[in-house]
T-cell receptor
Framework: DAGVIQSPRHEVTEMGQEVTLRCKPI?????LFWYRQTMMRGLELLIY????????DSGMPEDRFSAKMPNASFSTLKIQPSEPRDSAVYFC????????????FGPGTRLTVL | QKEVEQNSGPLSVPEGAIASLNCTYS??????FFWYRQYSGKSPELIMF????GDKEDGRFTAQLNKASQYVSLLIRDSQPSDSATYLC??????????????FGQGTELSVKP
């Protein structure tokens, strides 16, 4: 099993640019989660999907952030326009059937907005 | 009060000792509890989960849950330098058919000295 796959692993962009992060969950997992981790705020849940449907997006910081899951094997997190305070590590995680409690994390995307 | 609280550490123990990591949570209705290990620059990795009061052992790791006191702990026996990492406590605040929304603590940094 390849595990959760994220791309890119590193992204450096300038303020105002659009950023798209990508995630491929583990095959057969019904739940997909997007997290952001910073030193100040720790690991925060941004949004999660069940069977490709967004269930809870209360953690999305503002309208500049959007997430989609067009099919069971692909999800994107988009930031438009990006700001320096968006600099963080963004993790995607997927969960097994039966409630999604057990989550497996991808390697993360380190985003730097200059 | 934060929903999930951990001592940030760092917690330093000598090699071979028992490391004890603690976590408290605010929602008395929480049903499932997780410990993740995160090495510097890496993604969180699930090491233990516990649902019922009492102890659950897996190799050198023991998770302890006390729902009445709203705390969960992780014991690491015979600590090794390779156990040096940040340990994240996570609590599922909406179990069952509402999916796996985990709230993470800030993490406790553990350092095992040879």
């Amino acid at each position: 099993d390849a595990g959760v796959i994220q791309s890119p692993r590193h992204e450096v962009t300038e303020m105002g640019q659009e950023v798209t992060l990508r995630c491929k969950p583990i095959s057969g997992h019904d739940y997909l989660f997007w997290y952001r981790q910073t030193m100040m705020r720790g690991l925060e849940l941004l949004i999660y999907f069940n069977n490709n449907v967004p269930i809870d997006d209360s953690g999305m910081p503002e309208d500049r952030f959007s997430a989609k899951m067009p099919n069971a094997s692909f999800s994107t997190l988009k930031i438009q326009p990006s700001e320096p305070r968006d600099s963080a590590v963004y993790f995607c995680a997927s969960g097994e059937r039966g409630g999604g409690d057990t989550q497996y994390f991808g390697p993360g995307t380190r985003l730097t907005v200059l | 009060q934060k929903e999930v609280e951990q001592n940030s550490g760092p917690l330093s123990v000598p090699e071979g000792a028992i490391a004890s990591l603690n976590c408290t949570y605010s929602d008395r209705g929480s049903q499932s509890f997780f410990w993740y290990r995160q090495y510097s620059g890496k993604s969180p990795e699930l090491i233990m989960f516990i649902y019922s009061n009492g102890d659950k052992e897996d190799g050198r790791f023991t998770a302890q849950l006390n729902k009445a006191s709203q705390y969960v702990s992780l014991l690491i026996r015979d600590s090794q330098p390779s156990d040096s990492a940040t340990y994240l406590c996570a609590v599922n605040l909406r179990p069952g058919n509402q999916g796996g929304k985990l709230i993470f603590g800030q993490g406790t940094e553990l350092s095992v000295k040879p």
